[in-house]
């Protein structure tokens, strides 16, 4: 079983009861520390949304293929997916302040190198380098946030937490238009990445300076390193198959990846409750996986994520390639999605106690009606017109009732002592999703754009319908999971 590194966030005064990681100390200092950690975590998710705006110009100015545009997307995101669950023990193994200003100087370097890339294969390589430092600086976040918060004070700060991601995936859509539209110093796509050098720097001096000293390093734990390369190669074997087997006409390799990944995510389970049994250190201990609402709540973030990443995939190539919008209003017309997700995500706990069992089910029957509604009215090639906004507004308050309930209800009862195991695996599960998201909904939509292209009867609004079709689906079960209550 898994241990938790004792460490001291503060210094308790001579004479004082108040115990290291509890959230005792000074209410400015805990602010401090919490506004550090979000601008770190706002930072990553922002880089995960800038970058569909930029895509579109990407392909342009690099030459890229559709399938190379979905790994500069989702190379990102598959080294981030597989080592977040690494990441975290490293931080329970040599501290969360040490982990995450590593995890920081290299998602900072890697987003100088992507803005430096000269072709698509460059870029797709130094993505996958961010994506690993992201890895190793994100889920230190939500492990300082409960070491370091109790009680109500936890679960405000994890409500925050949710918020930040709508704001980061809110601003990446409009950030990434302006800063590509504007061409700054002629660097056009490329200030996309290199708007995270000078954040990553400031944050490496006032981490350095203000995140709380880690007490030493953990006695008696080791790295699953058999576990990290199974569950690897059962994402690479899933992920990479989806994104180019559309563009290679499924051929013989892409179904039998696909057949293996399954196996390798088997032999992945097996292993690890084997290592459990040993009193190893899994990187999934089936001891979270059993804690209350952890099954339900993995579901439904996958849900959520699949279909909001699917979701500004097409619908940002849909706007540009399509409708020939700039990136500028790219951003701006798929913004009200994610201020509506950041609204909903900042005040659902304030709004009426009887609803609160209603919250996630409904949230994505919204989610469901958002993305259906949003096909329909750009069908045809027009505008969408008022009723387009109606639907982005319902997508991202659909999204937010989904996922913000989800993610506090999960981790806000969570022991310390499984902070950095559960973290880990939710923070995982996040970006599995998106990944999921990108790679399905993303091929589906490119798929039937390119078929359509070929065959003469261009139209980029009818490969969109039929990726909001799908998106519903998927909103739909996380909609039916949603009622699903567990035995007691």
Same mark, same amino acid.
């Given at each position: 079983m898994t241990t938790t590194v004792p460490e001291s966030p503060r210094s308790p005064t001579p004479g004082s009861s108040k115990a290291p990681g509890t959230d005792n100390g000074p209410a400015a200092g805990r602010g401090r520390l919490l506004a550090l950690v979000l601008t770190a975590q706002f930072m990553a998710v922002l880089d995960v949304f800038i970058v569909n705006v930029a895509a579109p110009t990407i392909r342009t100015e690099l030459d890229a293929s559709g399938a190379a545009l979905q790994l500069v997307v989702a190379g990102y995101t598959i080294t981030y997916a @597989? /080592? %977040?669950?690494?990441g975290a023990r490293l931080g329970a193994l040599f501290g969360h302040r040490r982990a995450l200003l590593a995890g920081l100087a290299v998602f900072t370097a890697a987003s100088l190198a992507c803005g430096l890339a000269r072709s698509g294969g460059e870029l797709i390589a130094f993505r996958m380098v961010q994506g690993a430092g992201a890895a190793l600086m994100v889920p230190q976040v939500l492990s300082l946030i409960q070491r370091n918060f109790t009680g109500e004070a936890r679960t405000r700060a994890l409500g925050v937490y949710a918020a930040v991601l709508a704001v980061g995936a809110a601003v990446g859509q409009v950030l990434g238009g302006v800063l590509v539209s504007a061409d700054l110093l002629g660097t056009g796509w490329r200030s996309a990445f290199l708007v995270n050098v000078p954040v990553g720097a400031v944050l490496l001096v006032l981490g350095w300076r203000a995140l709380p000293r880690d007490a030493g390093r953990g006695a008696g734990r080791t790295l699953d390193l058999v576990g990290l390369v199974l569950l690897g190669g059962s994402v690479s074997l899933l992920t990479v198959p989806l994104v180019l087997g559309q563009e290679e006409d499924w051929p013989l390799w892409s179904r039998l990846c696909l057949a293996s990944s399954v196996v390798l995510f088997a032999l992945f389970c097996r292993y690890e409750s084997a290592l459990a049994r040993r009193d190893g250190a899994p990187l999934i201990a089936p001891r979270v996986l059993r804690l209350p609402g952890i099954g339900l709540a993995i579901l439904r973030v996958l849900a959520a994520m699949a279909v909001n990443a699917g979701y500004l995939f097409a619908l940002t190539l849909h706007i540009q390639s399509g409708l020939g919008y700039s990136a500028l209003r790219a951003g701006l017309t798929v913004a009200p999605t994610a201020v509506a997700f950041g609204v909903v995500g900042l005040t659902w706990r304030r709004w009426p106690r009887r609803w609160q069992p209603a919250m996630i089910p409904g949230g994505f029957v919204l989610a469901a009606a958002g993305s259906l509604g949003t096909g329909l009215a750009l069908h045809g090639g027009g505008d969408g017109g008022a009723g387009l906004y109606l639907a982005f507004v319902a997508l +991202? $308050? &659909? %999204? #937010? /009732? *989904?996922? +913000?309930?989800? /993610?506090? &209800? #999960? %981790? *806000?009862? @969570?022991?310390?002592?499984? $902070? #950095?195991d559960a973290s880990g695996l939710l923070t995982t599960v996040t970006q599995l999703g998106q990944l999921i998201g990108v790679a399905t909904f993303g091929t589906l939509f490119l798929n039937r754009f390119e078929a359509l292209g070929a065959s003469g009867a261009y139209t980029s609004s009818d490969a969109l319908l039929m990726c909001a079709y799908a998106l519903a689906g998927a909103a739909a079960l996380g909609a039916v999971s949603g009622l699903v209550r567990r035995r007691r």
């Open positions: @597989v /080592l %977040l669950i690494t +991202g $308050a &659909g %999204l #937010a /009732l *989904a996922f +913000g309930p989800t /993610l506090t &209800g #999960a %981790l *806000a009862t @969570v022991r310390p002592e499984d $902070a #950095a």
